[in-house]
C-alpha cells in the first residue's frame, strides 16, 4: 500500500517547487553534547537556534560506535551486519543493485551532492560514489547545481568534532587549527568542565574534555555558516534541514563502545512552514521515538513520496505513509582498525542490553591511532585497580561482562550493570530474547571469521548467501553464545566441528577459563595446524594463555607470513597482545612491518580510506610497532 501511494504521487507529475529539498548536517564524533540537549557547558548558539525550529529527538541512536559502518547503513538504509559491512575499513562487497539511496533521487531529478566524506565500507563504495552523487567532493554544494529551480539532497560533513581534533592531534595543533577559530568566550574552561563518573579527575583529562567542548563550539560556528548560506539563496523556507552526528563522541569510553555514550546521537529535523504538515511536532518540540540509523533513507524516501526498496531494513519514522514506532533499535561492535572485537546490543526507550561475544577482551584494549591521544596514555597510567572506582575500572580494566544491562532512565551514564539483578530478570530475559531473534532474522554475518568470509563471499555476496538462507547462521550464532556459559566439555566438543565458524568460537571459548584438561589442550594442539587460519590463530592464543607459548606462537609466525592480510592481521594483532610471552616474533613481527609500510607509506594519513590491501596494511603495522615498542632499548 506504501509503494502504490507514492507511485501514485509520482503520476501526478509534482514540479520542482512542490517537493521539498532534503539537507543533511552532520557532525563527526559526537554525543548530544549541546545547549538544546540541556548540556549547561556546551557552547552551541547555532545548533541551539536550529533545535528552536525543529523537532529535536531525544533517542536516536547510530547502528555502531565507529563511522564506516554507521555510513555503509546510513546509504543503503540495511544493516551493516547483513551486508558484511561490519567490520571497519573490510572491502566486503554488496550486490551491485544497492548503488546508495540518493541514487533513487537523482532518478527523479533531484541535484545531489555531498561534502566530502563517503567511507562506505564496501569494495564497491567507488559505484556508490558515482551513482549516488551528482557530486561528491570538498566543494560539493547545493549552489553548484545548473537550474536554480532544481530540489536539491546535500550533505554536509562536519570534521571538526572529529576524534582526531578533539583527542588525537597534538594539543598545540588543536590550538592553531581549531581553538583559534572561536571568539574567546566560547572556549571552555578545564577547570569548570564536567568530569563524568567514568572518567579519573586529573589535570590532563580535564583539559582534554574542555577540548572536546572546544571543537563543538568550532563546529557549531560551521553549522551556521552552512544554514546562513541557506537563508542567503532563499531557500530555507523550501528545504528540511537533518542535524545529526555519526555516532558518540570521539573520547575514551565513547566511540567504540556501545553504551550509550558511544551510540546515542542528537538528530534535529526542522520543517518549514510549507511542509509543517510532515512534521511529527510542531516547532521546538520534541519527541522520545525510537529512530536508529538504518531508518534515515527509507524515511527521505518516504518524505519525498518515493518507493522505498523491499530490500531496505530501516523503517520511515516521517512521511505520509511512517510506519508505526519502533520498540527496539539494534547495535553493533565489530572489528575496528587492528582491534577485534564481537558485541551487540538492543535499546528500548529505557533499557539497554548488550552481548559480549569477546568478554575476555575489555573496553579499552591498546588501539595504535587513538593512542596518540594524551587521554588515552593517561588512562594507561592510571588504570591500577585500587585506584580506581567500579565506573572507572568498568572501562579500563581487562575484561567485560559477558552480559550487561543499564536503566538509562535513572543510570543514564551506565553506571550500574543490572545484569545480576534477581529484579531484572524479566526485562534481561526480554532483550536477550529480542537481541537472539534481530541476528536470527537479518542474517547477522558478523559471526562469521572475517577470513573465512573472503572465502564463502568470494562468487556471491554476503547479502545474498545471507537472504538466501544458504548460510544456516544459526549454528554458528548458538556456538557463540556458548562462549562465557558453555563448560569446557561443550567447548572441546565443538573444537571437531565440521564448521570452521563453530570451531573458532570453541577456541575463542576456552581462552577465558582458568584451567584447561589435558585433552583438551591436546585438541588445541590438533587445531594449530586447522585448515582454517581463524581456527589456527584463535587455537594457538588460548594455548598461549595456558602456557603452551612456545608451540603456539610459532604457529602464529607461520601465519604472520601469509599471503592474505585479513589473517597477517589478525595474527599480528594476536601476537601484539601476547607482548613479552611472544618474544620469538619479534624478527618476524619486524618483517610483517616492512611489508606492510612497503605496500602502504607509513607517512599515509590514518584517516584517508584506500582500496584493496592498503587499508589492511596499515592495521597490520599498528599491530606491529605496538609490539615491537615493547623491546626498543634505544631510550
Known amino acids: 500500500m506504501r509503494i502504490f501511494l507514492s507511485l501514485l504521487g509520482l503520476c501526478v507529475g509534482l514540479q520542482a517547487a512542490d517537493r521539498p529539498n532534503i539537507l543533511w548536517i552532520t557532525a563527526e564524533d559526537m554525543s548530544p553534547v549541546l545547549g538544546c540537549y540541556g548540556d549547561k557547558f556546551a557552547v552551541t548558539p547555532n545548533i541551539d537556534r536550529l533545535a528552536k525550529e525543529s523537532v529535536r529527538y531525544t533517542k536516536a541512536f547510530a547502528s555502531a560506535p565507529v563511522c564506516s559502518p554507521s555510513r555503509s547503513c546510513l546509504i543503503t538504509g540495511c544493516y551493516p551486519t547483513s551486508l558484511s559491512t561490519q567490520q571497519m575499513r573490510s572491502g566486503f562487497a554488496i550486490p551491485k543493485s544497492m548503488r546508495g539511496f540518493p541514487a533513487l533521487l537523482r532518478a527523479q531529478g533531484f541535484y545531489t551532492s555531498n561534502n566530502v566524506k563517503t567511507d562506505y565500507n564496501t569494495g564497491n563504495y567507488t559505484e556508490i560514489i558515482k551513482a549516488s552523487w551528482n557530486e561528491s567532493s570538498a566543494t560539493a554544494h547545493w549552489r553548484q547545481r545548473g537550474d536554480k529551480a532544481q530540489p536539491f539532497f546535500s550533505v554536509f560533513n562536519l570534521m571538526t568534532s572529529h576524534q582526531s581534533r578533539s583527542m588525537v592531534w597534538p594539543y598545540a595543533r588543536f590550538k592553531k587549527e581549531v581553538q583559534s577559530t572561536l571568539p574567546p568566550g566560547a572556549i571552555h574552561d578545564p577547570a569548570k568542565v564536567p568530569v563524568p563518573l567514568y572518567y579519573p579527575d586529573t589535570p590532563l583529562i580535564r583539559r582534554e574534555l574542555a577540548r572536546f567542548y572546544d571543537c563543538v563550539s568550532?563546529?557549531?560556528?560551521?553549522?551556521?555558516?552552512?544554514?546562513?548560506?541557506?537563508?542567503?539563496?532563499?531557500?530555507?523556507?523550501?528545504?528540511?534541514?537533518?542535524?545529526?552526528?555519526?555516532?558518540?563522541?570521539?573520547?575514551?569510553?565513547?566511540?567504540?563502545?556501545?553504551?550509550?555514550?558511544?551510540?546515542?546521537?542528537?538528530?534535529?529535523?526542522?520543517?518549514?512552514?510549507?511542509?509543517?504538515?510532515?512534521?511529527?511536532?510542531?516547532?521546538?518540540?520534541?519527541?522520545?521515538?525510537?529512530?536508529?540509523?538504518?531508518?534515515?533513507?527509507?524515511?527521505?524516501?518516504?518524505?519525498?513520496?518515493?518507493?522505498?526498496?523491499?530490500?531496505?531494513?530501516?523503517?520511515?519514522?516521517?512521511?505520509?505513509?511512517?510506519?508505526?514506532?519502533?520498540?527496539?533499535?539494534?547495535?553493533?561492535?565489530?572489528?575496528?582498525?587492528?582491534v577485534r572485537d564481537l558485541a551487540r546490543s538492543v535499546r528500548d526507550r529505557r533499557y539497554l542490553y548488550i552481548r559480549n561475544y569477546m568478554p575476555h577482551l575489555g573496553y579499552n584494549q591498546p588501539t595504535a591511532w587513538p593512542d596518540n591521544g594524551e587521554i588515552r596514555?593517561?588512562?594507561?597510567?592510571?588504570?591500577?585497580?585500587?585506584?580506581?572506582?567500579?565506573?572507572?575500572?568498568?572501562?579500563?580494566?581487562?575484561?567485560?561482562?559477558?552480559?550487561?544491562?543499564?536503566?538509562?532512565?535513572?543510570?543514564?551514564?551506565?553506571?550500574?550493570?543490572?545484569?545480576?539483578?534477581?529484579?531484572?530478570?524479566?526485562?534481561?530475559?526480554?532483550?536477550?530474547?529480542?537481541?537472539?531473534?534481530?541476528?536470527?532474522?537479518?542474517?547477522?554475518?558478523?559471526?562469521?571469521?572475517?577470513?573465512?568470509?573472503?572465502?564463502?563471499?568470494?562468487?556471491?555476496?554476503?547479502?545474498?548467501?545471507?537472504?538466501?538462507?544458504?548460510?544456516?547462521?544459526?549454528?554458528?550464532?548458538?556456538?557463540?553464545?556458548?562462549?562465557?556459559?558453555?563448560?569446557?566439555?561443550?567447548?572441546?566438543?565443538?573444537?571437531?566441528?565440521?564448521?570452521?565458524?563453530?570451531?573458532?568460537?570453541?577456541?575463542?571459548?576456552?581462552?577465558?577459563?582458568?584451567?584447561?584438561?589435558?585433552?583438551?589442550?591436546?585438541?588445541?594442539?590438533?587445531?594449530?595446524?586447522?585448515?582454517?587460519?581463524?581456527?589456527?590463530?584463535?587455537?594457538?592464543?588460548?594455548?598461549?594463555?595456558?602456557?603452551?607459548?612456545?608451540?603456539?606462537?610459532?604457529?602464529?609466525?607461520?601465519?604472520?607470513?601469509?599471503?592474505?592480510?585479513?589473517?597477517?592481521?589478525?595474527?599480528?594483532?594476536?601476537?601484539?597482545?601476547?607482548?613479552?610471552?611472544?618474544?620469538?616474533?619479534?624478527?618476524?613481527?619486524?618483517?610483517?612491518?616492512?611489508?606492510?609500510?612497503?605496500i602502504r607509506p607509513p607517512n599515509t594519513p590514518a584517516t584517508v580510506v584506500l582500496p584493496g590491501d592498503k587499508d589492511l596494511a596499515m592495521f597490520v603495522a599498528f599491530s606491529c610497532r605496538a609490539f615491537l615498542s615493547k623491546f626498543d632499548t634505544s631510550d
Open 218 to 338: 568550532a563546529m557549531d560556528l560551521q553549522v551556521g555558516a552552512i544554514l546562513k548560506q541557506l537563508e542567503e539563496d532563499g531557500l530555507a523556507e523550501n528545504t528540511i534541514v537533518f542535524f545529526y552526528s555519526d555516532h558518540g563522541s570521539g573520547i575514551p569510553r565513547h566511540k567504540r563502545a556501545l553504551l550509550d555514550s558511544g551510540m546515542h546521537v542528537p538528530l534535529l529535523i526542522r520543517f518549514p512552514k510549507k511542509w509543517q504538515h510532515l512534521a511529527p511536532g510542531k516547532p521546538s518540540s520534541t519527541t522520545d521515538r525510537l529512530v536508529s540509523f538504518v531508518d534515515y533513507a527509507p524515511t527521505v524516501l518516504n518524505l519525498l513520496g518515493q518507493p522505498i526498496p523491499k530490500a531496505m531494513q530501516g523503517e520511515p519514522f516521517l512521511g505520509p505513509e511512517a510506519d508505526a514506532p519502533r520498540r527496539y533499535v539494534y547495535g553493533h561492535r565489530d572489528r575496528v582498525d587492528e
Open 377 to 598: 596514555q593517561e588512562f594507561y597510567h592510571l588504570a591500577k585497580r585500587e585506584k580506581m572506582t567500579d565506573a572507572q575500572w568498568h572501562f579500563a580494566g581487562p575484561t567485560r561482562p559477558i552480559e550487561e544491562l543499564y536503566d538509562c532512565q535513572t543510570d543514564p551514564q551506565n553506571l550500574k550493570n543490572l545484569a545480576g539483578s534477581k529484579a531484572h530478570q524479566k526485562i534481561l530475559n526480554r532483550l536477550r530474547n529480542a537481541h537472539r531473534k534481530h541476528i536470527r532474522d537479518t542474517v547477522d554475518l558478523g559471526f562469521l571469521p572475517e577470513s573465512e568470509a573472503w572465502e564463502m563471499f568470494a562468487k556471491k555476496t554476503g547479502w545474498e548467501l545471507g537472504q538466501s538462507g544458504q548460510l544456516r547462521m544459526g549454528a554458528i550464532h548458538r556456538a557463540a553464545a556458548q562462549v562465557g556459559t558453555a563448560d569446557e566439555a561443550t567447548l572441546a566438543q565443538n573444537l571437531t566441528s565440521k564448521s570452521a565458524s563453530i570451531r573458532y568460537w570453541a577456541a575463542l571459548g576456552l581462552v577465558q577459563r582458568n584451567a584447561l584438561k589435558i585433552e583438551t589442550k591436546k585438541l588445541l594442539r590438533k587445531a594449530l595446524t586447522d585448515e582454517s587460519p581463524a581456527v589456527r590463530i584463535e587455537a594457538a592464543n588460548t594455548l598461549a594463555h595456558h602456557g603452551d607459548s612456545a608451540r603456539a606462537v610459532q604457529a602464529l609466525i607461520k601465519d604472520l607470513a601469509h599471503e592474505n592480510l585479513i589473517i597477517v592481521t589478525h595474527a599480528a594483532r594476536t601476537i601484539e597482545l601476547l607482548g613479552e610471552t611472544a618474544l620469538n616474533a619479534k624478527a618476524p613481527m619486524a618483517a610483517s612491518l616492512k611489508r606492510a609500510e612497503t
